[in-house]
């Protein structure tokens, strides 16, 4: 008996992911036995690298988004962060970054999102929904933040590449706080915000007096 012949066509080139094979599983189902049409879409599929400092992504990196739709049609939101948990040890800052990639043109659509910092699993996983419905740059800039966590640094993404500004941290996760707080002097130290996120999940007062 001939042996029958096999191709790898089907299989060679995608994301060696157990989701995915998965969800593309079930999609074939779909079209054979229920007339569905849907094609799995292996752009915006989210994953991590559990590292000890994990890096979680979904969508097109800078430069697959530079290659489909040209220099000139992307833009580049990025920005280090310091979680509060690295403040109070004192670890280094520029460890941690988030990187946004979006349409120029208005609404900026979101191409793709890069994490790099603790609980980056987490954090891809939920904008990864957002991004497949088609979540704009202005869209996520109206998204209010949970404080304090590290996935509220996705929605204060301000600075482009191709602004040249300084993209390193520039404060701690006190002065975070402070401005939110409206507080006239933003100089407060590490234990200091320790101390008042303390009394936050306490239910003791969160800020002095005249602050909310």
Not at 34 to 40: E, H, K, P, T, V
Not at 100 to 123: D, I
Not at 124 to 145: E, H, W
Not at 162 to 189: E, F, I, K, Y
């Amino acid at each position: 008996m001939p042996l029958r012949r096999t191709s790898s066509r089907g299989n060679a080139g995608r994301p060696e992911l157990t989701p995915i094979a998965i969800m593309a599983g079930r999609l074939l189902v779909q079209r054979l036995f229920g007339g569905s049409s849907d094609l799995m879409d292996y752009d915006n599929v989210p994953t991590t690298v559990f590292t000890p400092l994990e890096y979680g992504c979904v969508g097109l990196s800078e430069e697959e988004a530079v290659a489909r739709h040209g220099q000139e049609h992307v833009e580049v939101y990025h920005a280090h962060y310091k979680p509060l948990e690295f403040t109070v040890a004192g670890r280094d800052a520029s460890q941690c970054y988030v990187k946004m990639v979006c349409l120029r043109e208005p609404p900026q659509l979101v191409l793709g999102l890069h994490f790099l910092g603790p609980n980056a699993g987490e954090v891809t996983q939920g904008f990864a929904l957002g991004i497949k419905c088609g979540a704009s740059y202005a869209q996520v800039m109206r998204t209010v933040g949970i404080h304090p966590t590290c996935s509220e640094e996705v929605v204060k993404l301000r600075i482009s590449k191709r602004s040249g500004l300084d993209p390193t941290v520039t404060g701690c996760c006190g002065m975070a706080a402070g401005q939110v707080w409206g507080a006239s002097t933003l100089s407060w130290s590490a234990c200091e915000m320790v101390s008042v996120e303390r009394k936050c999940w306490t239910g003791g007062p969160c800020a002095p007096q005249g602050w909310l």
